[in-house]
């Protein structure tokens, strides 16, 4: 059974910085391309980060380029954000999501973590 558990969300003022983990289990992580999306309250969810397989490749969408890294490390399972020079509009619930490139019918969700950015 594949599992997505992420984790390090909080509260956090304008200014600060988290780090977000997703831990993978019950699936071959490196053959799967992982990303991060987010959706704030009555907004679509949004693509704000991919990695692909080997951590060779990194997309952002314009609003976090420069703020936000992604990474991975494949021995553990992982995947990361950082999040840095949050900013309120960054307040979302933050989901991992894994995709097999070859198969786009195996992906799968995480189950979400709360970023609030205020003072």
């Known amino acids: 059974q594949v599992q997505l558990v992420a984790s390090g969300g909080g509260l956090v003022q304008p200014g600060g910085s988290l780090r977000l983990s997703c831990a993978a289990s019950?699936?071959?992580?490196?053959?799967?391309?992982m990303r991060w999306y987010r959706q704030a309250p009555g907004k679509e969810r949004e693509l704000v980060a991919h990695?692909?397989?080997?951590?060779?490749?990194?997309n952002y969408v314009d609003s976090v380029k420069g703020r936000f890294t992604i990474s991975r490390d494949n021995a553990k399972n992982t995947v990361y954000l950082q999040m840095n020079s949050l900013k309120p509009e960054d307040t979302a619930v933050y989901y991992c999501?894994?995709?097999?490139?070859?198969?786009?019918?195996?992906?799968?969700w995480g189950q979400g973590t709360q970023v609030t950015v205020s003072s």
């Open positions: 990695i692909d397989s080997v951590g060779g490749i990194t």
């Open positions: 019950g699936l071959t992580f490196n053959l799967y391309f």
């Open positions: 999501f894994a995709v097999r490139p070859s198969n786009t019918a195996y992906s799968y």
